[in-house]
C-alpha cells in the first residue's frame, strides 16, 4: 500500500477502474431489472392481446351477424312495402266511381316501379266516366289515367229483357307512391291496451 500512495497516476487510474467497474455493474443491474420489466410487460402484452383478439373476433361475428339481420330485414320491408298496393288501388278505385257506373274487369298490365293496370267497366252516360276519370286524378295513389277506348253498346237487365244503351270503357292508370309525409299511418295494436 505504501507505493501506492507515491505514484500518482497508479492511484488516478485504480479509481478509474474501479468507478468504471462500479458504473458498469450499476448499468448491468439496471439494464437486467428493465428488461426483467420489460419481459413482465411483453407477458402481459401477449396476454391482452390474445384477449383482444377473441374480443375482436366475437365483435367481427357480431357486426356480420347484424348485417345479415340488417339484410333480412331490409328484404322483409320491401316485400311488405308492396303487401298493400292492390289493396290501396282497389279502395282508390272504389272511391272514384260514381254512380252509374261498375266496373267489370281490372287486370295488371305492367310490373316494377311503374305498376300498370287497366279497368274496364261499364257507364250509363259519358259524364260519369268524364268524372270517373277526375276523381282517379285526385287520388293519391293514381296518375296518368288515360282513355283508351270507349264503345256504345246495348246492356240487357236480367231476365227481363230490358235492353239499355251504355258506355262501355277501357282505361289505364300507373299505381304512385306518395311521399311519406302525405301518408297518415295508424298502429295495428293499441300499446295501451296490451294485456300483462
Known sequence: ???FGRDRWVLGSS?????????CGWWY?????RAVELQVQIEDARADSARYADLIQQNDALLARRDSIAQRVQIIQEID????VWP???DEVARALPEYTWLTEMLQVSLGDQLQFRLVGRVGNTFALTQFMENLEASLFVRGVRLLS???VIDE??????????YEFQLEAFFDRPPPELLETVPL????????
Open 29 to 33: 443491474k439496471t439494464v437486467t431489472s
Open 189 to 196: 295494436f293499441d300499446p295501451s291496451s296490451a294485456g300483462p
Open 1 to 3: 500500500m505504501g507505493g
Open 157 to 166: 237487365i236480367g231476365e227481363t229483357g230490358i235492353r239499355r244503351v251504355v
Open 88 to 90: 290501396h288501388i282497389m
Open 15 to 23: 479509481v478509474v477502474v474501479i468507478a468504471a467497474a462500479a458504473v
Open 81 to 84: 312495402g308492396d303487401r298493400y
Open 150 to 152: 270507349t264503345d256504345q
